[in-house]
């Protein structure tokens, strides 16, 4: 699977969008599962206000590594700061809404 | 080529405990190792290796999604290959490998142009390393290679370069479809087609296709032939709008440009079925004439009619030339002169054949030169011009075109004059713009009695068929312009006739075969239109003995011509007249006989002359008397005209009876009368004397 670019949306300069990249192994049964997960938070918290780039570790292990991650599925919240890591299929919306910046 | 993911197999508890100990050696954050924990892990990435080391789950998921790739392959495409930075594969997979001969193993660490392919060339190879050193995508690569079999088997080869996370490159991949059933389709196809094609260019007709909008989709041979011989509406190619070509159509074109327009839109909206209009269009080399066939077409593909265009001016021309052909004999039928049927038959030869003018040089016999005789030109101020100015104009047999037409007895004709050295100044009309012309004699019994020469800026070549129509003109006119020449000759000789009829006597008559007057000029002395139908002896107050008048119809019945046939009338005064009247049998073509015809002449004078000569023999007359000098002047001049009349008459011959001219007979009456005369200029004045008072006492 090449690199995988998910939804880009038109930046709306009064709302701050969020910047994501979803670490996946192509096929795996976790890795199906967050990238479905994601798409519904997204959909359900971030409306258009997202951009979501999913990489493939088999394709692009090296990439991986540089970003620090060693498992997958793995979600990495690039912007805006503070970054934060969740790893697994992400079920726990809570723990994703949390690690967005979006719940407290 | 990215490095493939380890996979390792757990087996049995033991294995698998202990790939749990050593992927949680790997992972070091407490999140990590919660979630493998919780069994949402598929994969750890070696941070050694780099490579990404897939769990149970995900391993399995991986090879059963490898199996289906492999699986739509064989249905998408026949092979799945890769190639390394080198091009040379490093591993080619498909179902029907061992048919074609390009087996992994046959394949593996050769390059596409190492293999068996024999459809590409040097420079083909060579353009595709250079795509492939671009890095470009390239899509059916179409090869051509001999399988196992022996038989011949077509490949598309699509493929897209592989780069690295580094974006380093990594060679190939790509997928090759077997298109051998394609190929031998197509070749059908275009076989069938290349057939079609064949017999459309064989048609001599030109065949044009026309989608909805009237573009032209596709043309024959005869077809572009067309277009390039000709302009106008003939001339639109492959890829115009022929609907556009014929509503922009100018000239002498524009009305069959708008006809045809509106019958190919009414075909292509399905309206009508077929369309067809005949119409006439200009080149350089001459007016040409072209049948057009316009019919619908059905089916889904982009076709909606088809245009047959048919040059038929070979037709056109024969049918114009046979039109003229009866044109120049309706011509000569309605014409009373040799003016008017020269003029109407040029001007039929120039309608017929575009010409601008024509002119008719008649032979001079005598002076043995073509002189100017008749023309007709078109309403335009140089052909007019140029017309005046050939008036006088007089050919030498030889000179010029006419004179070498006159010479040679054939037609000639001038394409170009300004190049021919055949052609005098005055046998074109280079200001008008003529610079070819047209001369063919004119002939009566083969013999040549004139030229007829036609002018015009364009003179097509003759073929056989015109000549022929030509020669057929000349002939027609020429022995039109003889008859006319005898028509003539015969009737100023008539005319001739007539006024010596009018001087030697006083009328003129006809009779039938019941010798009764069918005719009898005016200036007679009986009457007018009531005496048709009358003979001599019905006429009024005539005294004649009867058996003079039973001889003289005998004479009659017997067909003899008769001459000085005398008879008296008498007048309403009681005077009387004397008359002689000549005639001869009128025979028809057949030799049978139709009436009578002859003159009559009022000879009371000289017979009252006679009589009182005859009545004054042995009277008394005085010399000195003044009545008797006017006597003898009055039967002097009586005498006089009696000797003139014979002297003038005298060469009708007279029958004898025999049917031979009775010459005795004539010199007889001639030398009786003159000696009558001479014995009247021997008398004595007693005798005139006699006479006058003979006159006298008879009054």
Known sequence: MARKK???????????????????????????????????????????????????VLEYPRRALADGVVVTPSLAKVSPLPAATVVGNLSDTGEVLRALGIRG | MQPAPSTLTPSGTTAERGFKKAILRLVKGGPERLAIEAGQIDAIIDPTSGHAILLPDAQRALIE???????LIGLAFDWYWEQDECYCFVSHRGATDE???FT????????????????????????????????????????????????????????????????????????TRDITGRKHSEAVVQESNRYARTILDGLGAAIAVLDEAGVVLSVNQAWRALAIAHSGIADVAFGSNYLAGCDNAGGDEHVDGMAIAAGVRQVIAGERALFRHDHASDSPAGRRWFALSISGTSGNDAARAVVSCEDITERKRGELLLELERTVLRCLADADTATVALKSVIRAVCESQGWNCGRYFSLDPSAGVLRFDESWGIPVAAVEQFLDKSRGLVFRPGAGLAG??????????????????????????P?????????????????????????????REPDDRTLQVVRSIGGRLGRFLQRQEAVDSLRRSESRFRALTDLT??????????CRFTQIADGNPFGGAGLLGMTHWDLPGVVLADATWAEHRSNLAARWSFHDFEFATVQADGQCSYYSICGEPVYDEAGIFSGYRGTGLDITRRKCAEIALRESEGAEVNPDDPAFAAAVRVARRALAER?????????????????????????????????????????????????????????
């Open chain 1, 6 to 56: 998910a939804k880009r949306v038109t930046p709306d300069a009064a709302t701050t969008v969020v910047v994501m990249v979803l670490y996946i192994t192509e096929s795996g049964p976790n890795s199906v599962r967050a990238i479905a997960n994601i798409e519904a938070i997204c959909q359900e918290h971030l409306k258009d206000n997202f951009r979501l780039e999913i990489v493939d």
């Open chain 2, 65 to 71: 999604r490898k199996v289906g790739f492999r699986s």
């Open chain 2, 99 to 101: 048919a074609l001969g």
């Open chain 2, 104 to 175: 992994e193993e046959g394949v593996i660490g050769k390059a596409l142009w190492d293999l068996s392919i024999d459809n590409l060339s040097k420079t083909d190879w060579q353009t595709l390393r250079q795509q492939l050193e671009w890095r470009v995508i390239f899509r059916d690569l179409e090869v051509r290679c001999v399988d196992r079999a022996g038989e011949l088997r077509y490949l598309s080869i699509s493929g897209e370069p592989i780069f690295d996370d580094l974006d380093q490159f990594k060679g190939y991949r790509g997928i």
């Open chain 2, 404 to 429: 070498r037409v006159c010479q040679l007895g054939q037609p000639l004709w001038v394409l170009d004059g300004t190049r021919d050295a055949r052609v005098s100044s005055t046998a074109l009309a």
């Open chain 2, 431 to 459: 200001e008008t713009g003529d610079e070819g012309a047209f001369v063919f004699p004119v002939t009566s019994e083969d013999i040549i009695i004139g030229v007829l020469a036609f002018s015009n800026p364009i003179i």
């Open chain 2, 505 to 514: 006597s006083d009328w003129y008559w006809e009779q039938n075969r019941d």
């Open chain 2, 643 to 699: 000797i003139a009349h014979l002297v003038r008459t005298e060469h009708r011959p007279v029958n004898n009876g025999d049917g031979q001219p009775d010459l005795n007979g004539q010199a007889s009456a001639i030398s009786g009368e003159l000696l009558r005369a001479l014995e009247f200029d021997r008398a004595t004045d007693l005798r005139i004397a006699e006479a006058i008072e003979l006159i006298g006492r008879t009054k």
